[in-house]
């Protein structure tokens, strides 16, 4: 079965810039959440969804970030204009309903965003 | 508050030697779920394993082991003969049940394991 994907794996771009991180949930999953990971704050949520609709975003950091979820199978997390301090791996991640059944989350490959 | 903690920021074994990660965990919630999960050197972050708060057995699987003690809210992570292919960063985590924010995973710091040959 396919993980989540997260495209790009790796990206390079100038101060100001925007910035579209692109995620495909496994299929099925109902909730799916955005992660930041850097060195000085660890792994941080940023904003999650369930059923398509953004519940809690109080982790995103900015005006400048935004996330959408326009159907279950796809997720966008846009910087928009892009700082050096947003320089991080931005994990998408997915999961079952959140309950007894199935809270395990299953994280992509992360894509590490490099603001120059 | 929900809090995690990995006293161990890094470890340093020499492979074959046995070796146990440390996750202390604080909650209120009656229910809740502790999680393990491994970041090799390439990044993506993989899960190992889910604890039930109201199954306390421990587990195993092939090398690994863990030890869930409520008592001492304490979620161990014992890798038995280590080998250089566990060498990672591993992260402990911690979620509740109930609505709101308790649908949020609690990280531990993680602890930086390196099995040298």
């Known amino acids: 079965d396919a993980g989540v994907i997260q495209s790009p794996r790796h990206e390079v771009t100038e101060m100001g810039q925007e910035v579209t991180l692109r995620c495909k949930p496994i299929s099925g999953h109902d909730y799916l959440f955005w992660y930041r990971q850097t060195m000085m704050r660890g792994l941080e949520l940023l904003i999650y969804f369930n059923n398509n609709v953004p519940i809690d975003d109080s982790g995103m950091p900015e005006d400048r970030f935004s996330a959408k979820m326009p159907n279950a199978s796809f997720s966008t997390l846009k910087i928009q204009p892009s700082e050096p301090r947003d320089s991080a791996v931005y994990f998408c991640a997915s999961s079952l309903e959140w309950g007894a059944r199935g809270n395990t989350i299953y994280f992509g490959e992360g894509s590490w965003l490099t603001v120059v | 508050a929900q809090k995690v903690t990995q006293a161990q920021t890094e470890i340093s074994v020499v492979e074959k030697e046995d070796v146990t990660l440390d996750c202390v965990y604080e909650t209120r919630d009656t229910t809740y779920y502790l999680f393990w999960y491994k970041q090799p050197p390439s990044g993506e972050l993989v899960f190992l394993i889910r604890?039930?708060?109201?199954d306390e057995q421990n587990e195993i699987s092939g090398r690994y082991s863990w030890n869930f003690q409520k008592s001492t809210s304490s979620f161990n992570f014992t890798i038995t003969a280590s080998q250089v292919v566990d060498s990672a960063v591993y992260f402990c985590?911690?979620?509740?049940?109930?609505?709101?924010?308790?649908?949020?995973?609690?990280w531990g710091l993680g602890t930086s394991l390196a099995v040298n040959p």
């Open positions: 604890r039930n708060s109201f």
């Open positions: 985590a911690l979620s509740g049940k109930g609505a709101g924010n308790n649908r949020k995973l609690i």
